[in-house]
């Protein structure tokens, strides 16, 4: 049997580095996932597989690890997130928005949490948290583009603004988090605030 070449043997380790830095980072978020405040590299450690060792060698730092982690959920969150058209009639879209919103929320709670808490000593993880709110607020503008271009212009740029406000995540977990409100009860909310801006 042919010995493997040196590309093979270096292809080989590239391909081991992905698969670990992939356990480590699926560890990670499942970790906070189930409430764990602030996962350490000992417990992503033993929930990867992957050593402790190697998990310092894969990651320069726990920095390191949170970004790579956050840019995983992002791309999670893009797929639960799709564009809702700008059809059909007002009511079906506050619904489809305001359920879509309840889904993406409820599922990235605690890794939200996490990520606000220590955004303001991660660069990469703030610009994360920017991006899903950016996302946010062109999605639902472009969903009541009908009704915002109905506006006259000077409140069509406040009413926007106010949209985004609704449908924040900054809302979503104050009605829950914050009122304790059940998942029910946020949603009738929310549907309330958002029927009130665009009637």
């Known amino acids: ?34 409430g764990h405040g602030r996962p350490t590299a000992q417990q992503v450690a033993e929930r990867s597989g992957v050593s402790l060792r190697s998990i310092f060698r894969l990651f320069d730092d726990v920095d ?39 889904t993406v929320y409820e599922t990235i709670a605690n890794v939200r949490r996490f990520a606000v808490h220590i955004a303001m000593t991660s660069p990469a993880i703030a610009k994360g948290i920017g991006r899903h709110g950016r996302l946010t607020r062109l999605q639902v503008r472009e969903t009541f583009a009908p009704e915002l271009a109905a506006l006259p212009a000077t409140d069509r740029t406040e009413v926007g ?20 409100q059940s998942v029910t009860a946020a949603k009738r909310v929310v549907r309330r605030l958002i029927a009130g801006l665009i009637a």
Do not use: C, H, Y
């Open 64 to 102: 390191t690890l949170n970004a790579a982690a956050i840019a995983q959920q992002s791309e999670r969150i893009a797929q639960l997130q799709p564009q809702i058209p700008a059809t059909g009639p007002v009511a079906g879209r506050i619904d489809a928005v305001v359920d879509q919103m309840a």
């Open 161 to 180: 603004d106010a949209l985004a406000a609704a449908t924040s995540w900054e809302t979503w977990d104050g009605l829950r988090a914050g009122q304790r």
């Open 1 to 34: 049997m042919a010995s493997a070449t040196e590309e093979e043997v270096a292809d080989g380790r590239t391909l081991r580095r992905l698969r670990n830095e992939q356990k480590a980072v699926d560890a990670f978020l499942e970790l906070l996932n189930e």
